[in-house]
């Protein structure tokens, strides 16, 4: 197996700058926005099919061909990935749904889909010659990435708001990274990591700061159409913080499409966050290109905590070319629906993936989705990390 990994290139709409993946490289120098590996597509169909997937190793690196580490002894795994998706019968049927299902990805290390997108980057940043890393994280995404460090020989600092789940504290010290808890928002910490990495010349791994974080998410893509015998689902209903998850998936089913594993149907996207932390919702309400700033933003599900994304646009580029949409939901729904969902499916979810299921059924009443449709839920953790909500 080899990846066939080519460039980087510019997501920005009239940009398009190109970059090498054998070089440190993190935001377009040209016009500052988000960049994208890309792969010799013709070469990855004539070196492989969809059907050689089946006696791979259940994990994302599976997908190697199309990943961006280019020596696999650079891989740093742990088993990340190829999460199962269990038909929720027992919760579909309370309001009527004939066709739910639950991706669960707090079965990944460190009980949360940050694991893919560790896994990706610190792999790429070991191929890279890097040895140390700081980044800022709202909980989940630095347990993943002290862990990845600790088994990638990389030193690894968080930047994390005092006021992230304790078990995400505890996690980052636990695997060995340096934690500096501060006073302030996941953009503080942003600013912070990225002075401190200035400063003692550390890399910063930042969500889509650096270009390899969503190479892993992508995979919930890949499997997702693997895992529905590739038919993609109706609806993706997803809990969107700075976004890396959902656009992600989209960049999948294009690379899907153009390698002939999947036609162009594609999902109705959906984005949920919380009332008192909503960006992406508002935007896309307004039918703007970008997000701003949310002021004081709080919900008690610290991934959704996110007041300004770097990706703003590529999510709103994805909600909209899917025919999606978007639902701002309470905190108080969403903790009351962790109790439904783990008391009918037996899976612990995140807040944040309980917030999937409030916001399918506000999107139901808005008629945006039907009940008989394919309709998959993310969700991105586990309820362990939360324990100070129960
Ligand atoms: C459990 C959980 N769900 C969702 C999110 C948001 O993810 P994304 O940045 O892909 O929008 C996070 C991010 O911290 C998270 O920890
Ligand atoms: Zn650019």
Redesign the pocket.
């Known amino acids: 197996m080899r990846s066939y990994v080519v460039e980087l290139e510019c997501t920005y709409p009239g940009c398009g700058e190109k970059y090498s993946v054998d070089e440190i490289n993190k935001l377009c120098i040209k016009c500052g926005r988000v960049l994208y590996a890309r792969y010799d597509i013709e070469s990855v169909k004539k070196s492989m099919s969809k059907e050689d997937l089946v006696n791979r190793d259940p994990n994302m690196w599976r997908y190697f061909e199309m990943m961006p580490v280019k020596d696999p002894s650079n891989v740093i795994c742990l088993g990340e990935g190829f999460t199962p998706i269990f038909r929720a019968e027992n919760l579909g049927k309370i309001e009527g749904y004939t066709d739910l299902h639950i991706k669960d990805e707090g079965l990944n290390p460190t009980a949360?889909?940050?694991a893919r997108g560790m896994s990706a980057a610190l792999s790429k940043a070991k191929e890279l010659g890097i040895k140390n890393v700081t980044m800022p994280?709202?909980?989940?995404?630095a347990g993943a990435m002290a862990a990845y460090a600790a088994a990638g020989n990389l030193d690894a600092h968080v930047f994390m708001p005092k006021d992230a789940p304790i078990m995400n504290q505890k996690e980052s010290i636990l695997a060995g990274a340096s934690l500096n808890l501060i006073d302030g928002l996941i953009n503080d910490a942003g600013r912070l990591s990225n002075e401190f990495a200035d400063k003692e010349n550390l890399f910063d791994v930042s969500?889509l700061k650096e270009p390899y974080r969503q190479e892993g998410?992508k995979t919930m893509g890949y499997e997702i159409a693997e895992q529905f015998d590739w038919e993609l689902p109706d609806s993706i209903i997803?809990?969107?913080?700075?976004?890396?998850?959902?656009v992600g998936m989209w960049k999948a089913f294009d690379e899907m499409e153009s390698l002939g594993w999947i036609g162009s149907k594609r999902p109705k996207m959906f984005t949920i966050q919380a009332t008192g932390c909503a960006p992406i919702v508002k935007a896309f309400e307004e039918n703007t290109q970008h997000a701003e700033l949310w002021e004081n933003a709080s919900t008690k599900?610290?991934?959704?905590r996110?007041p300004v994304a770097v990706g703003d646009y590529l999510i709103l580029q994805a909600l909209r070319e899917s025919g999606g949409g978007v639902a701002a939901i309470e905190d108080e729904d969403m903790i009351d629906n962790m109790k439904l969902i783990a008391s009918t499916q037996g899976i612990l979810p995140?807040p944040?993936?309980a917030a999937t299921y409030v916001g399918l059924n506000k999107l139901v009443s808005e008629k945006k989705i039907d009940k008989d449709e394919t309709i998959l839920l993310m969700n991105?953790?586990s309820a362990y990390k939360y324990f100070e909500l129960m």
């Open positions: 949360s889909f940050k994280s709202a909980g989940n995404a969500t998410k997803y809990p969107t913080g700075g976004g890396t998850g959902i599900a610290a991934g959704m996110v995140a944040e993936g991105t953790g």
